[in-house]
Nanobody, 126 residues
């Protein structure tokens, strides 16, 4: 069983930055693919970024490429999302997710992830 707890959300002006963190429980965290997803009101949950077990493979949604960076620290059981040049359309609840069945190859479908955090709100004002 894996428990995920997100933190770092908040209110920021357009053009600003935020850093989200996800703390994971469980001894096998370092072998999981981790991802970040987001869900805006009235919209489906969408892929943001994913990283494999050692950080050697990362993938980003086109909408955040060049602005967001995903990273992980296996010694601390954490995965982070650095968000720069934020836009109002980035406003959403952001979720951390773990894919316990994959280690090296990442996935951008939410259906591949079997553990989820409770989410953290990010609001970007114009």
């Amino acid at each position: 069983q894996v428990q995920l707890v997100e933190s770092g959300g908040g209110l920021v002006q357009a053009g600003g930055s935020l850093r989200l963190s996800c703390a994971a429980s469980g001894r096998t965290f370092s072998s999981y693919v981790m991802g970040w997803f987001r869900q805006a009101p009235g919209k489906e949950r969408e892929f943001v970024a994913t990283i494999n077990w050692n950080g050697g493979m990362r993938r980003y949604a086109d909408s955040v490429k060049g602005r967001f960076t995903i990273s992980r620290d296996n010694a601390k059981n954490t995965v982070s999302l650095q968000m720069n040049s934020l836009k109002p359309e980035d406003t959403a609840v952001y979720y951390c997710a773990a894919d316990s069945r994959r280690r090296t190859v990442v996935a951008d479908s939410r259906y591949e992830y079997d553990y989820w955090g409770q989410g953290t709100q990010v609001t970007v004002s114009s």
